[in-house]
Nanobody
Framework: QVQLVESGGDLVQPGGSLRLSCTAS????????MTWYRQTPGKERELVAL????????NYAESVKGRFTISRDNAKNTVYLQMNSLKPEDTAVYYC??????????????WGQGTQVIVSS
């Protein structure tokens, strides 16, 4: 059974830090690119940060560059999102996504259930 379980969401003051975790099971984690998305009510889901299957490549939304860091530990089947200098506009539900390209028109993709981050004083 495939599972992605996020944790680490919390209420934090502006300027504070949080580390989100997403632990995978039921598939070969090391073959999948991992992405953190976030979503607020009434808005589309937004890509926050992506890391390649080996961890050798990362990419970030402009709004979080220099503040957020994505990393992964393939031995623990876990991807992390370190969030520093948090702003109220970072408030959202954060989702973990696993993606693997399998060929033309074919892919494997899984989602977690989300973890709430609230940045407020």
């Amino acid at each position: 059974q495939v599972q992605l379980v996020e944790s680490g969401g919390d209420l934090v003051q502006p300027g504070g830090s949080l580390r989100l975790s997403c632990t995978a099971s039921g598939f070969t984690f090391s073959l999948y690119a991992m992405t953190w998305y976030r979503q607020t009510p009434g808005k589309e889901r937004e890509l926050v940060a992506l890391i390649s299957s080996t961890g050798g490549s990362t990419n970030y939304a402009e709004s979080v560059k220099g503040r957020f860091t994505i990393s992964r530990d393939n031995a623990k089947n876990t991807v992390y999102l370190q969030m520093n200098s948090l702003k109220p506009e970072d408030t959202a539900v954060y989702y973990c996504n696993a993606y693997r390209y399998l060929g033309p028109g074919n892919r494997a993709e899984y989602w977690g259930q989300g973890t709430q981050v609230i940045v407020s004083s």
